[in-house]
């Protein structure tokens, strides 16, 4: 399958709990990263991974993490989740050459933290 | 530390009317500057890339390192052009990108 999927859509929590985020990049991608947008906001970039190693890290706590699996499939993991995580996690899939072609975007998980 | 200003939130225009949506960066290296576009429930979708130096859906963009901006220009609206416009700038060795908060173009009949 082509493009970037990403799942759930949508996702309720509670504060202080954990959720797990899943994306699965486009075929021949070997880049993953995940950005954050916030209501209004552009997207702000959490992190990259590059053959299943973080490689790149935004303005992010500890408490964000992430896998990045053999076949390219990636989780973005919060732990003790606040009100302010309450945004629309987008997965980007890219290969990772000297030419940056830009990303294919996923359609995002809609996150609320009640 | 790098940054992408977009100063309009919302430019809304009628059909036929020239567009431009401003952009402008700060970054101390050799800067890559994309546009980003989002139509209403779309995903997030690539529009043009300043290297590429090509015209898509009849936009274009200029890099003026001397103004350090990358304005998004079309000479002439369309409808289907209504959606959210994202200005990114990628930092040299990296695949990482920074960007804009948007500018979400209305055109109008």
């Known amino acids: 399958e082509t493009g970037v999927t990403q799942s759930p859509t949508h996702l309720i929590k509670t504060r202080g709990q954990q959720v797990t985020l899943r994306c699965s990049s486009q075929?021949?991608?070997?880049?993953v990263s995940w950005y954050q947008q916030a209501l209004g906001q552009g997207p702000q970039f959490i992190f990259q991974?590059?053959?299943?190693?973080?490689?790149g890290r935004g303005n992010f706590p500890p408490r964000f993490s992430g896998l990045q699996f053999p076949n390219y499939s990636s989780e973005l993991n919060v732990n003790a989740l606040e009100l302010d995580d309450s945004a629309l996690y987008l997965c980007?899939?890219?290969?990772?050459?000297?030419?940056?072609?830009?990303?294919?975007f996923g359609s995002g998980t809609r996150l609320t933290v009640v | 530390a790098q940054r992408v200003t977009q100063p309009e939130k919302l430019l809304s225009v009628f059909k036929g009317a020239p567009v431009e949506l401003k952009c402008n960066y700060s970054y101390s290296g050799s800067p890559e500057l994309f546009w980003y576009v989002q139509y209403s429930r779309q995903r997030l979708q690539l529009l043009l890339r300043?290297?590429s130096r090509e015209s898509i859906k009849g936009f274009t963009a200029d890099l003026n390192k001397g103004e350090t901006s990358f304005h998004l220009k079309k000479p002439f609206a369309q409808e289907e052009d209504s959606a959210m416009y994202y200005c990114a700038l990628r930092s040299s060795g990296y695949s990482t990108l920074t960007f804009g908060k948007g500018t979400m173009l209305l055109v109008s009949p």
């Open positions: 075929s021949g991608h070997n880049t």
């Open positions: 300043h290297i």
């Open positions: 991974y590059y053959r299943e190693e973080e490689n």
């Open positions: 980007a899939s890219s290969l990772a050459d000297s030419s940056f072609y830009g990303y294919t």
